[in-house]
Nanobody
């Protein structure tokens, strides 16, 4: 099982980027998917999550600016990031809770991270 994150880059404050995360491999199902970020010197923090049923939660610092969506059939989620601020600069990691076999609990998988840099 692999999570492939993409879409990071360099943007000026006020700009936008769209991150995507694709799950590949032999799986039975995906529960929650989400994004976390980690800025230099900081701990990794939750940005947004979306459940298999489409329930979405956002960290307060991205509410109204970021939108998370999910294509269940394509095993992909998208994080639309608008009105980006310099403090959004971080490595963004996608995460998914995935079931790979019956009889085993789903476990958490991480993507490799994609760097978002927002200049002032």
């Amino acid at each position: 099982v692999q999570l492939q994150a993409s879409g990071g880059g360099f943007v000026q404050a006020g700009g936008y980027l769209t991150l995507s995360c694709v799950v590949s491999g032999r799986i039975l199902g995906i529960n929650d998917m989400g994004w976390y970020r980690q800025a230099p010197g900081n701990q990794r923090e939750l940005v947004a999550t979306i459940s298999s049923g489409g329930i979405i939660g956002y960290a307060d610092f991205v509410k109204g600016r970021f939108t998370l969506s999910r294509d269940v059939a394509m095993k992909t989620n998208y994080l639309q990031m608008n009105s980006l601020k310099p403090e959004d600069t971080a490595v963004y990691y996608c995460n998914a809770e995935i079931r790979t076999s019956w009889g085993r609990d789903p476990r958490s998988y991480w993507g490799q991270g994609t760097l978002v840099t927002v200049s002032s």
